[in-house]
């Protein structure tokens, strides 16, 4: 299973955006905590970061799911406090990140809270690789043509077998 979800990361087919991020480390030392560079991949559930971006094993991996993201300026006191963003979720660890440039930020964040609504909405992804299981040239769906010109005829008085519209006034030549 391991396996199968760092092959995922790397697929660039499931890749939604990656690049280079300094990743604050979770323990904090005496000078303070440290930013390191990681290569960051996020995934349509996943986000992995890596120690480069030529790394097979990921230094860290968690869901998306759930988590938020915002811009968190605070998180720095130098010139690169626009480009800092976090991911949150309650009862979780928050994960802090500083992108390149603060477009890269704002990207980023864009990216995970877009992936987010996509998750939270109830709808059934349309996988692209699927080919469409009719052809309108070979249609043999005839039954619900008629029954529907059947509705529409049943409306005009007129016969079901009927495909003329016959206009007031002018009466079909008998002879």
Same mark, same amino acid.
């Given at each position: 299973?391991?396996?199968?979800a760092?092959?995922?990361a ?8 990656q690049?280079y991020?300094e990743?604050?480390?979770r323990d904090h ?9 990681r290569?960051c991949v996020? !995934?349509?559930? %996943?986000?992995? @970061?890596?120690? !480069?971006e030529?790394s097979?094993q990921p230094k860290?991996?968690?869901s998306?799911?759930?988590?938020s993201?915002r811009?968190?300026f *605070?998180?720095?006191?130098d ?5 800092c963003?976090?991911?949150t979720?309650?009862g979780?660890? %928050?994960y ?6 603060p477009?890269?930020? +704002?990207d980023?964040?864009?990216?995970i ?6 998750l939270s909405?109830?709808t059934i ?8 299981? @009719?052809n309108?040239?070979?249609?043999s769906d ?5 029954? *529907? !010109? %059947?509705?529409? !005829?049943?409306?005009?008085g007129?016969e079901?077998?009927?495909?003329y +519209? ?5 009466q079909?030549n008998?002879e």
């Amino acid at each position: 299973l391991e396996e199968i979800a760092l092959r995922a990361a790397q697929d660039p087919g499931s890749v939604l955006k990656q690049g280079y991020l300094e990743k604050r480390s979770r323990d904090h030392s005496f000078f303070g905590s440290e930013w390191q560079k990681r290569w960051c991949v996020l !995934n349509r559930k %996943t986000f992995y @970061y890596y120690a !480069n971006e030529k790394s097979k094993q990921p230094k860290g991996t968690f869901s998306i799911e759930q988590y938020s993201a915002r811009l968190a300026f *605070h998180l720095r006191k130098d010139s690169r406090r626009r480009c800092c963003f976090e991911l949150t979720c309650p009862g979780k660890r %928050t994960y802090e990140f500083t992108a390149p440039s603060p477009a890269e930020a +704002e990207d980023w964040v864009d990216q995970i809270q877009f992936l987010m609504k996509d998750l939270s909405s109830h709808t059934i992804p349309y996988d692209e690789d699927e080919e469409e299981l @009719y052809n309108d040239v070979e249609s043999s769906d005839s039954m619900t043509t008629t029954s *529907h !010109n %059947t509705t529409l !005829n049943q409306d005009d008085g007129m016969e079901e077998d009927d495909i003329y +519209e016959v206009f007031p006034g002018k009466q079909p030549n008998n002879e």
